[in-house]
C-alpha cells in the first residue's frame, strides 16, 4: 500500500510533536511516524530556560505548562566535601522550570489532529523517487513525501540515510530518575547540585510533589 503526505516526520518525542504542532499551527498538516504502539511518556524531566519557553509560548501551549511547574528562584552549589561552604546563584531575570517530559509530551499530543499520530510505524528504508522520498515501514507501507524531517533520536533512520556520523561515547555515564511525594517534598523550588571526586548530583523540584534527580 502507498500512501501521499506532503510533509513525513519521523519520530513521536519532544522534536517530533513540536515541529508538527508548529506546522499545525500555521495551517499546514504533517504525518508524525512513531515506531512504539503508543505515546513513549517514560523519561523524567527537562530544566527548561527563556528560550524553551519562548517556544512553547509560540505554539501556544507555555501557559498551561507553566501551571503545573514551579518557577526556579536559583542553584544552590555545594562540595561532597562538607567543608565546602556552599554558593548560590540566582537566576532572577530568567526563567527556569524543571518540566515533567510526560506532560510535555501530552499536551503536545493533545493539541494535534487525532489523525497526526501514525503508531506501530517502524521505519525500515528510504530511498529517493525523483523530487518524493519513499519511506518504507516496517508492515509493508510505503509513504511518498516531498518533505521527510528526522526526529527518531539517537539512532536515526533518517540519519543514516543522510550519511551522518554515527554519535559518539563522551566517557561519561548519567543515572537519572523522577520521585513522587504525596505528601509534598518539602524542598522548595531551589536547584541543589553537590560536585566532587569526578562525580555530580543534584535534584530540581518540579513542583510541590515532584522533584526530578541526577548522578
Known amino acids: 500500500m502507498e500512501i501521499v503526505e506532503d510533509i513525513v516526520i519521523v519520530g513521536a518525542g519532544i522534536a517530533g510533536l513540536t515541529t508538527s504542532l508548529g506546522l499545525h499551527r500555521l495551517g499546514i498538516r504533517s504525518l508524525v511516524l512513531e515506531s512504539s504502539d503508543r505515546l513513549r511518556i517514560t523519561g523524567f524531566a527537562l530544566s527548561t530556560w527563556n528560550n524553551a519557553w519562548k517556544a512553547l509560548d509560540a505554539i501556544g501551549i507555555g ?3 507553566r501551571h503545573q511547574h514551579h518557577l526556579t528562584p536559583s542553584i544552590l552549589f555545594a562540595s561532597t566535601n562538607l567543608d565546602q561552604p556552599v554558593s548560590e546563584i540566582s537566576y532572577k531575570g530568567h526563567e527556569v522550570r524543571c518540566l515533567q517530559r510526560r506532560l510535555l509530551l501530552e499536551t503536545l499530543a493533545n ?35 516531498k518533505v521527510l524531517i528526522g526526529c527518531d533520536g539517537v539512532n536515526s533512520v533518517v540519519a543514516k540515510w543522510l550519511g551522518f556520523k554515527k554519535p559518539v561515547f563522551t566517557g561519561r555515564l548519567a543515572i537519572r530518575g523522577y520521585t513522587k511525594f504525596k505528601d509534598g517534598h518539602g524542598l522548595g523550588p531551589k536547584f541543589r547540585q553537590f560536585v ?9 523540584p518540579c513542583n510541590d510533589e515532584d522533584f526530578h534527580w541526577f548522578l
Not at 112 to 133: A, H, N, Q, Y
Not at 196 to 204: D, E, I
Open 196 to 204: 566532587g571526586k569526578g562525580l555530580r548530583f543534584g535534584f530540581l
Open 111 to 145: 493539541e494535534l489532529p487525532s489523525d497526526t499520530i501514525r503508531f506501530s510505524s517502524k521505519v525500515v528504508s528510504i530511498e529517493e523517487s525523483g523530487f518524493l522520498k519513499r519511506v518504507h515501514l516496517s508492515d509493508g507501507t510505503i509513504l511518498k513525501t
Open 63 to 65: 501557559e498551561s505548562l
